[in-house]
């Protein structure tokens, strides 16, 4: 037998073992379903039981990383839980080694982001720049994938230089990736997918049954489950989980976030224990979905939101960070027993406090990204490391070189961030000068079916990624690459003006974005800052005035915002200008009649 199939069949059925137990041959079909029924039973949530016996990692060879990646997460909120007790974990662990404000970049979108994470490079290198992408045979739009991914990721430079690694739930990572370890792939969420693809889902293969029962058992919740989350009865929370809605029902998306984080945790915590990798990467989604659903009603109680809405969700934030609190200390206790480096970061922050924006719904298609804060969460832990109270800076570009280098494999020279100095890492480091020649092979896979694209949309536009008015089919083209949607053209944009400062490139962009969908409005919009900074006025407000005709949010606001910039600018006419055509267009706009009357008021003589 070759090796590869003997280790393909020895990790599926070690964590066989821990979901069916180990006597359960198939003697008989009464002895098969009561083993079954076993597993269906009543169990201890996995945040609350762990395994005291289990097998350490010895001391020789490379020293293992275990990366954590919590999405959105922030250092405002975990400050604050910490203070109160409720996230003890994570306050022994931020008070321990190297904390820093991890630097993101705009646009702050997950597949992107995580990406850049994971590869060390930006969007216009790996290509990831959107929650969707498009089908080149057919033209359709289906969710991202790691076919539009270009660019190696570490687990590839690792598998390469002979570390064994081991990966669940990462961002545009379906179909699952043959590595020198195991693969779960981001189709595997709960959350976008209510039934996991069967192919390709993980590697090695057969591995994705074990995935879909780690699925079907921890994501199955009752209305006692969410007790802790939420000031409802529980006739309430049962109607709505019964109701087949999904998560436009803000209990379903409670329950949603809640059965993922204990199906990525308990899939990552076993496969790690039978596997013990050289590099262990898990991510977390749940910890940016939760707050997108909920940082509105959290405390301290903002004056937008009403009374009875505040009582039955403020409990959900502290409980859900609590759950996720108690599998952290897991991962804590691991990193102590097998002398392991533990990284837990975010790709950006949130806003918990008083910068949350009332006006703005966290949500909604055209504002969940104004809830995002620039700087995210970085803490590290090891043996032998020095605490600090002092917070350092970094970039998201450095978390892979650093990753790499506590690996022992030189970073390379591609990669614009750099190994993060106060981390422990081999004196010696291995170069990998052929970075994007590691081939990036995938297991067989189908595509989503129109069923699961259709129910993955429905979730993006819940959460406020997704408007509902994208274009759902473009043309086929003859290549074998996913194509780039207008979205995706037009985060491209985004990236280049505000991160990159390069306008020419961010107005070409925004050009091919509105090539695709003329009355796509944010492209409109992002267009006409670019022509703003350029000090074309007149095509700036010409854009600006079709932005608002094909949906741009709050045009009355946008135009006093607008005036009062060209105000400071020292451009009295280009806002005299704006604000009369503003009232030409929202003739009964008292915000902008009163800026209009403000602005052409005399100046009083002294």
């Not at 705009?106 to 089908?135: C, K, N, Y």
């Not at 019964?242 to 209990?251: A, K």
């Not at 092979?441 to 694209?453: D, K």
């Not at 086929?476 to 505000?498: C, F, K, M, Q, V």
Request: glycine share 8%.
């Amino acid at each position: 037998m070759r090796k590869g199939a003997r280790f393909r069949f020895g990790v599926a059925a070690a964590l066989a073992s821990v979901l069916w137990p180990a006597s359960c041959a198939r003697r008989s079909t009464r002895r098969d379903s009561r083993e079954r029924a076993a597993v269906t039973a009543p169990a201890m949530a996995v945040e609350e039981a762990d395994n005291p016996r289990r097998t350490r990692r010895g001391a020789a060879g490379t020293r293992p990383v275990i990366w954590i990646g919590l999405d959105g997460l922030d250092w405002e909120l975990m400050d604050s839980l910490g203070e109160r007790g409720q996230v003890p974990n994570w306050k022994r662990l931020a008070g321990s080694g190297f904390g820093a404000r991890l630097e993101s970049f705009r646009p702050m979108l997950s597949p992107i982001v995580w990406t850049t994470l994971a590869t060390g490079v930006g969007p216009e290198i790996h290509g990831v720049l959107d929650f969707q992408e498009v089908d080149p045979k057919t033209g359709a739009k289906v969710p991202i994938s790691g076919a539009s991914r270009q660019a190696p990721a570490i687990w590839n430079i690792a598998s390469r230089a002979g570390r064994k690694v081991g990966v669940v739930g990462w961002w545009a990572t379906h179909p699952a990736e043959e590595v020198n370890g195991f693969l779960v792939s981001d189709y595997a969420s709960p959350i976008l997918f209510q039934n996991a693809p069967g192919a390709g889902v993980a590697f090695p293969p057969d591995l994705s049954q074990v995935v879909r029962e780690v699925i079907r058992r921890d994501g199955s919740l009752e209305a006692s489950d969410l007790a802790p989350f939420l000031d409802l009865p529980q006739a309430e929370i049962d109607a709505a989980l019964g109701s087949g809605q999904g998560m436009e029902n803000p209990v379903v998306a409670i329950a949603r976030v809640i059965s993922a984080t204990r199906a990525y945790h308990r899939l990552a915590r076993e496969l790690y224990d039978r596997n013990l990798p050289d590099l262990l990467m898990v991510y977390f989604e749940g910890t940016d979905e939760i707050a997108h659903l909920l940082a509105p009603y959290s405390e301290p109680k903002l004056d937008c939101v009403p009374e009875s809405d505040y009582a039955r969700y403020h409990r959900a934030i502290p409980a859900y960070y609590a759950m996720v609190d108690r599998m952290l200390g897991q991962w804590m206790r691991r990193a102590e027993e097998d002398d392991a480096i533990l990284i837990v970061n975010s790709d950006h922050g949130f806003k918990w406090g008083a910068d949350r924006p009332c006006e703005r719904p966290s949500s909604g298609a055209a504002t969940a990204a104004y809830w995002h804060r620039q700087q995210g969460v970085l803490v590290a832990s090891a043996r032998g490391m020095s605490s600090s109270a002092r917070r350092s800076q970094a970039s998201v570009f450095d978390l892979a070189p650093t990753v790499l280098a506590l690996l022992g494999i030189r970073p390379p020279p591609g990669m614009p961030g750099h190994p993060i100095a106060d981390l422990p890492r081999p004196s010696k480091l291995e170069s990998r000068e052929s970075w994007f020649s590691c081939d990036v092979r995938r297991v067989a896979t189908e595509l989503p079916s129109a069923a699961q694209t259709a129910e993955f949309t429905r979730k993006l536009i819940a959460l406020g990624y997704l408007s509902g008015g994208e274009k759902r089919r473009l043309a086929s083209t003859a290549g074998i690459r996913p194509r780039w949607t207008e979205g995706a053209w037009n985060n491209l944009g985004i990236y280049y003006r505000d991160t990159r400062k390069d306008p020419a490139a961010a107005r070409a962009a925004f050009r091919k974005s509105l090539e695709i969908r003329p009355d796509y409005a944010s492209p409109l919009f992002n267009l006409a800052v670019v022509e703003r900074s350029d000090g074309r006025w007149d095509e700036a407000l010409d854009l600006l005035f079709r932005s608002f005709a094909a949906g741009h949010p709050a045009p009355e606001r946008t135009i006093v915002q607008w005036a009062q910039f060209a105000s400071g600018e020292g451009r009295p006419a280009a806002a005299t200008s704006l604000l009369e055509r503003g009232i030409a267009a929202y003739p009964r706009s008292e915000e902008v009649g009163h800026e209009l009357a403000r602005l052409n008021r005399p100046r009083s003589r002294k």
